[in-house]
T-cell receptor
Framework: DTGVSQDPRHKITKRGQNVTFRCDPISEHNRLYWYRQTLGQGPEFLTY????????KSRLLSDRFSAERPKGSFSTLEIQRTEQGDSAMYLCASSLVSTGVLGSNQPQHFGDGTRLSIL | AQSVAQPEDQVNVAEGNPLTVKCTYSVSGNPYLFWYVQYPNRGLQFLLKYITGDNLVKGSYGFEAEFNKSQTSFHLKKPSALVSDSALYFC?????????????FGTGTQLKVEL
C-alpha cells in the first residue's frame, strides 16, 4: 500500500526563482489537498482538487502560486518569483470521497512534504 | 470561521503514566474532529476522528479521544505512555456546513515521554 508521495523532499533556491513541487496521491483517492506549514505552526490550507477540478483556494494562495491536477492523478504546485516568506514545508494530502451520508468524512492522508528554503 | 486551540506547547509525562493532550475548537455547525501526529521531517499521520456517535473514539497505537460538546473540547488520551509516543500532535477541525473541505489545525503540542 503506497502512501502519498512528494518530490522533491528538499528544495533550496535563490529568491526570485521559480519552483515546482509534485505530489502523487494514493491511487484511488479522488481528492487532493495542498497545505503549507511554517516552523512552530500547524499546516494551513492552500487549495484542493476533486479529480482534476480545483474547487477551493485559500487567500494564502497569492497570484504567484498556481496548482494543477491535469488528469486527476498527480498534482503540481508552482511558486513563481519566490520570496523569503515562502520558506516552509509544503504538504500534500489525499482522501477518497464517495457519495452517501459519510462520503466526505474520510481522513486526509499526508505525504512527507517538500521543505522549501529561500536563500 | 472555524478554529482550534491547543493550549499547551509541550506536555511531559513519564513512561507508563497516562497522558492527555488538550484541544478545544470553534465551529458554527457540528464539527468533524481529527488528531494527527508528526515525527521530525515527516508528514502528518492520522490517529483518529470524531464524526458522530459515541463521544469516546479509539484510534491507532492505543490512543483515544473524548468529544465534549458542552466544553467544545476533543482531548487526546492514552492510558500508558511510551517513549516512542514522543512527537508533535495536531488537533484539526472541519466544519461541514460552512468551512468547506479544508482542515483547520491547531499550533501543535510537543509530547515528550521520558523514562
Amino acid at each position: 500500500d503506497t502512501g502519498v508521495s512528494q518530490d522533491p523532499r528538499h528544495k533550496i533556491t535563490k529568491r526570485g526563482q521559480n519552483v515546482t513541487f509534485r505530489c502523487d496521491p494514493i491511487s484511488e483517492h479522488n481528492r487532493l489537498y495542498w497545505y503549507r506549514q511554517t516552523l512552530g505552526q500547524g499546516p494551513e490550507f492552500l487549495t484542493y482538487f476533486q479529480n482534476e477540478a480545483q474547487l477551493e483556494k485559500s487567500r494564502l494562495l497569492s497570484d504567484r502560486f498556481s496548482a494543477e491536477r491535469p488528469k486527476g492523478s498527480f498534482s503540481t504546485l508552482e511558486i513563481q518569483r519566490t520570496e523569503q516568506g515562502d520558506s516552509a514545508m509544503y504538504l500534500c494530502a489525499s482522501s477518497l470521497v464517495s457519495t452517501g451520508v459519510l462520503g466526505s468524512n474520510q481522513p486526509q492522508h499526508f505525504g512527507d512534504g517538500t521543505r522549501l528554503s529561500i536563500l | 470561521a472555524q478554529s482550534v486551540a491547543q493550549p499547551e506547547d509541550q506536555v511531559n509525562v513519564a513512561e507508563g503514566n497516562p497522558l492527555t493532550v488538550k484541544c478545544t475548537y470553534s465551529v458554527s455547525g457540528n464539527p468533524y474532529l481529527f488528531w494527527y501526529v508528526q515525527y521530525p521531517n515527516r508528514g502528518l499521520q492520522f490517529l483518529l476522528k470524531y464524526i458522530t456517535g459515541d463521544n469516546l473514539v479509539k484510534g491507532s497505537y492505543g490512543f483515544e479521544a473524548e468529544f465534549n460538546k458542552s466544553q467544545t473540547s476533543f482531548h487526546l488520551k492514552k492510558p500508558s505512555a511510551l517513549v516512542s509516543d514522543s512527537a508533535l500532535y495536531f488537533c484539526a477541525v472541519r466544519d461541514p456546513t460552512g468551512g468547506g473541505n479544508k482542515l483547520t489545525f491547531g499550533t501543535g503540542t510537543q509530547l515528550k515521554v521520558e523514562l
